[in-house]
């Protein structure tokens, strides 16, 4: 459904798309992961033929996309960053305004729109000014206004800034509502939670580059992160420790006052082997815990960085 | 997609509080200010009652014409069955008495030359002053030439010396209008002229590179062409009908006749109002700079426009007409205040600033279509 072939996009001596690639498939929840600055909104304006790009191709539903392939712009929705809605309109006029650009037909259109307010929960606020709105529910209107027309292809950048986190929820399972229905979705953010929670695809961006692209195990899997294992022991000596640490599934071994953490590949599986040992040497435990890595731990694998450092 | 464009963007300029303040409320609340301060502009060149005056007489003293008779005979203003002067005659220290006491407004005391006794400065006692003074030079003038030439017709030379039927104030317009009017002139002018601020927001409503609204409208299926000219007509309704509420406000409201030439004044305010409104769109879509910097930029714009035209100061109009006459040509200022003053005062406007204005309109037009024309953006 969109496909960037080696675009590159420079602002002066800035390179803010760096011979990026991108393909998503129809039926996905595409997510693009990065911080801030590491080039995700320009990547969806150039595949909207906003701006003017180096170098590269950019396909929408296989033809080439440029600012008057309206037959294309039709099947497309868009959900940006800010708060986009004429601030004069009520939330009614507003969803049936942005909706009237893709479909002429009155009637039609009204029943799209009812279901658009129906979908966001604004039925209350409909004759509301958006300036009367709280921030969640201008994120709703935003939204409605992006998905009226039922577009094939929705985009959505950082839909979720400044949203509670009730109002968060609403959003992610509206958005895995309207795939169910069909929708192929793109969506970026920087918060990793986010996109691990409803992204079927995702591609970690960092300085206009894709680094590293798959699905949440597969990027996982990529980096060879193992899970982590923290244990809370009740006695130990310098011995049992060296004698853990030997064990041949374990990568790595830090103890943080009375806890234990271990890194593990394929956690779960080596449990028992590790109790085991323990058990062996008399070493009470007191608390056991399992965490897959995060894209976060992704993130830091491979840039030396944190996404959280990132987000302002 | 063309009429829900338009639909909503009237719907959305008719709500915006702000705009309407100033294409509106303002122009109304200027011209109810014009009103109270020069309602009476008009009015106050004529006296409305006669002037009372008290006369003293000096027989004893050479006297070709009887100063009295004359100012008895001077009615109250043309074609009027009043006499200018109520006179009472009086001895000298009566007519003192008189003066200090209020009831006459001066005295006049024959001789060579008359004397005028007044306690104060008024309009009266001017007016009193200046035909006293008329009658005395004619006086001493015609004495004079009976003193070198005895035989001269003196009849003829008295008329003569009669100024005012020689110079009369004719106006070039036939459908006279009062002096205040100017001010209500100048008002429509900076009123259509304000549409400019307006028609920046036009543009700035639909660039993907001015504002978020302006990237979502770019995204859709409807031609940028489709959105700006429905978007641009809806500013351009509203800006008329906001100048037309002005008018009907001026006309009916305060009772000011603005001429019998209505039609051609409406007819100037709406190509002002439109060459506001593609002023403001050239601007727009020529700057670079978000949605504060472009207004900012399009009031700067109309401000210098009307200042250089004369809207702040008539005599910034004549310098730059007399020594920058190229800037008054292409200025938009310039074109809509000649249009109207043209109006104001020969009753009818002349077509070249109907066309001058047209062409700006042309060209502002074209400034933002071929700005416009670009397809990208180098930057959002």
């Known amino acids: ?312 | 997609m063309f009429l829900n464009v338009y639909r909503y963007n009237l719907k959305s300029a008719f709500r915006q509080k702000i705009m309407l303040f100033w294409s509106l409320a303002f122009p109304i609340l200027m011209a109810t200010f014009f009103f109270v301060a020069f309602g009476n502009i008009g009015a106050s060149e004529r006296l409305k009652e006669p002037i009372r005056i008290a006369y003293v007489g000096q027989p004893q003293a050479l006297q070709m014409v009887n100063l009295r008779d004359i100012l008895a005979q001077i009615p109250l203003h043309e074609g009027s069955s009043q006499e200018m002067f109520d006179i009472r005659d009086a001895s000298e220290a009566e007519a003192r008495a008189l003066v200090q006491e209020k009831q006459v407004s001066a005295a006049v005391v024959a001789g060579d030359p008359p004397r005028i006794l007044a306690d104060k400065v008024s309009v009266s006692q001017v007016v009193v002053k200046q035909v006293v003074e008329q009658v005395a030079t004619t006086q001493r003038t015609i004495m004079n030439l009976m003193r070198t030439d005895p035989k001269a017709p003196f009849q003829e030379i008295a008329t003569a010396l009669n100024t005012s039927q020689y110079t009369q104030a004719v106006p070039v317009n036939k459908d006279l209008m009062q002096p205040d009017i100017i001010y209500y002139f100048a008002l429509l002018a900076m009123a259509s002229l304000g549409a400019s601020t307006a028609g920046a927001f036009t543009i700035v409503s639909q660039q993907a590179n001015k504002s978020p609204e302006g990237a979502r409208n770019t995204v859709s299926p409807t031609s940028k062409w489709s959105r700006v000219f429905a978007n641009g007509l809806s500013t351009y309704t509203v800006q008329l009908a906001t100048t037309l509420v002005v008018v009907g406000y001026i006309t009916l409201v305060l009772g000011k006749s603005l001429g019998r030439s209505l039609p051609e004044l409406l007819l100037i305010v709406a190509m002002g109002t439109l060459m506001g409104v593609a002023m403001g769109m050239a601007i727009g879509a020529l700057s670079r700079g978000n949605e504060n910097m472009i207004v900012g930029f399009s009031v700067g714009a109309y401000m210098l426009s009307s200042f250089l035209g004369g809207l702040m100061s008539a005599d910034i109009q004549r310098l730059v007409d007399t020594n920058l006459p190229w800037l008054a040509a292409i200025n938009p200022g310039s074109m809509i205040v000649k249009a109207l003053y043209s109006l104001f005062y020969y009753g009818q406007t002349e077509a070249r600033y109907l066309l001058q204005m047209l062409l700006a309109i042309l060209v502002f037009a074209g400034l933002a279509a071929i700005s416009l024309r670009r397809r990208y953006h180098d930057s959002i």
Request: glycine share 8%.
């Open chain 1, 1 to 312: 459904m969109i496909e960037l072939t080696n675009v590159v996009k420079r602002y002066g001596d800035l390179v803010a798309l760096d011979h990026f690639n991108l393909q998503v498939e129809q039926g996905q929840i595409y997510g693009l992961l990065g911080p801030n600055g590491s080039g995700k909104s320009t990547a969806i304006n150039s595949m909207l033929a906003l701006l003017a790009i180096q170098k590269g191709e950019i396909r929408i539903f296989g033809e080439p996309m440029t600012p008057t392939s309206y037959h294309l712009k039709r099947d497309i929705g868009l959900v940006p960053q800010e708060v986009a809605v004429m601030e004069e309109l009520t939330v009614q006029e507003n969803i049936d305004y942005f909706c009237g650009l893709y479909i002429s037909d009155h009637r039609k259109r009204k029943q799209l729109v009812e279901e658009a307010i129906a979908f966001t929960g604004l039925d209350k606020f409909r004759k509301f000014l958006p300036k009367k709105l709280s921030g969640g529910l201008k994120r709703r209107l935003n939204i409605a206004c992006g998905i009226a027309h039922k577009p094939r292809l929705l985009i959505l950048d950082e839909p979720t800034v400044a949203v509670d986190p009730q109002s968060r929820n609403s959003i992610l399972e509206g958005i895995q509502e309207l795939n169910r229905q069909g929708t192929t979705v793109l969506y970026t953010s920087h918060y990793m939670e986010e996109v691990e929670q409803i992204c079927t695809m995702i591609t970690i961006m960092d300085k206009g580059k894709g680094i590293l692209t798959g699905t949440r195990e597969e990027l996982t899997a990529a980096v060879k992160l193992g899970d982590q294992v923290s244990l809370r022991l009740l006695n130990h000596t310098e011995e049992d420790l060296e004698a853990i640490r030997s064990l041949p599934f374990i990568n790595r071994a830090d103890l943080m006052e009375d806890r234990l953490v271990l890194t593990i590949q394929r956690g779960e599986s080596r449990l028992a082997s590790l109790i085991h040992t323990l058990e062996n040497r008399n070493i009470a435990v007191a608390e056991l815990n399992v965490r897959q890595p995060s894209l976060n731990d992704v993130f830091l694998e491979i840039t030396g960085k944190e996404l959280r450092d990132h987000v302002s």
